[in-house]
């Protein structure tokens, strides 16, 4: 790779990626071949472009007196040391702007699983991280009648975060969850800095006519480059992929059928039968004393009717 390519890749690190809804418009446009809007009357256009010539000339000749003045400086600065040329730099002369936050975050989990399905949940442990766009980066499961479990270690993008942890509670009982949060935009930004300066340096020595000291400071800054682009590839890692640990643990709950399962499934089932006759009982009594009472009246009004007519 070329000064000028990794100088490109310097500046293109921080790109930020662009949001679903901006995303899916795009896709829409693209899918429709970008159509052209429909063209309506503009009266203003004319003196809007006239306007736009006269700042146009005036920018030209700003940039102009700039470029100059720049031509001077490096002019008066040639052949000066790198660590005065350093100094002499601008305040703004840095390549890194307006950057996104560069957060790394791990998390702990401790998911419980019955026996019979502690491996189930295992497996589903790297299915899940796959279906993130994530990997497994270390594992260890333990199986038998004791001391079952296992621990997994997840890489999962930060977007990916919070839907991976919500799939991987539903492998289980989900015991406990920890978070951590550790700020590493500044010394993203300042090795970002450090390695574009290096890179803008050391293309500015290969220009000029070779000499021992140039030479020197070339390897130099190859060294330094070297160092700076690992650091920051480490801290791109760190921050662009969030760490998930996961502690499996087997729960004292058997879910699979067995004697203990059959005689808790027919308590159950008692249980469950017993409070629907209680309930019945409670409808059913009120009504059937309603129509005792009714029926008794109903024996009672006879009675008097048939003496009346005996009279």
Do not use: C
């Amino acid at each position: 790779m070329t000064d000028v390519e990794q100088i490109e890749a310097v500046l293109r690190s921080d790109v930020a990626e662009p949001s679903p809804a901006f995303a899916a418009d795009l896709d829409r446009r693209v899918s429709e071949g970008f159509p052209k809007p429909a063209r309506r009357p503009r009266p203003w256009l004319r003196p809007a472009l006239a306007a736009g010539a006269v700042v146009l000339v005036a920018a030209i000749a700003v940039i102009g007196t700039r470029v100059q003045q720049e031509h001077k400086i490096s002019e008066a600065f040639k052949g000066a040391p790198p660590a005065l040329l350093s100094r002499a730099a601008p305040p703004d002369a840095t390549l890194s702007a307006a950057a996104p936050r560069r957060v790394e975050r791990d998390v702990q989990l401790t998911i419980a699983a019955p026996q019979d399905k502690l491996q189930q949940a295992a497996d589903g442990v790297g299915t899940v991280a796959e279906s993130h766009h994530g990997f497994v980066s270390s594992s260890h499961v333990t199986t038998g009648d004791t001391g079952a479990g296992g621990s997994f270690e997840l890489r999962v993008p930060q977007r990916e975060l919070e839907s991976t942890i919500a799939d991987l509670s539903k492998l289980g009982e989900l015991r406990s969850r920890s978070e951590s949060a550790q700020d590493l935009t500044a010394p993203y930004g300042r090795t970002q800095d450090r390695l574009g300066n290096a890179l803008v340096e050391r293309r500015t020595l290969k220009l000029r006519r070779p000499t021992a000291a140039i030479r020197a400071r070339i390897a130099e800054l190859s060294a330094t480059i070297d160092r700076l682009g690992a650091r920051l590839r480490n801290l791109r890692g760190r921050t662009s992929f969030s760490t998930i640990s996961v502690t499996l643990e087997q729960s004292k709950k058997k879910s699979g059928a067995g004697t203990g399962a059959a005689f808790d499934d027919a308590r159950r089932i008692l249980e469950g039968m017993l409070n629907f006759a209680v309930r019945a009982l409670a409808v059913l009594l009120p009504l059937a004393l309603l129509a005792a009472l009714a029926a008794f009246g109903a024996r009672v009004l006879r009675r008097r009717l048939a003496s009346r007519a005996l009279r």
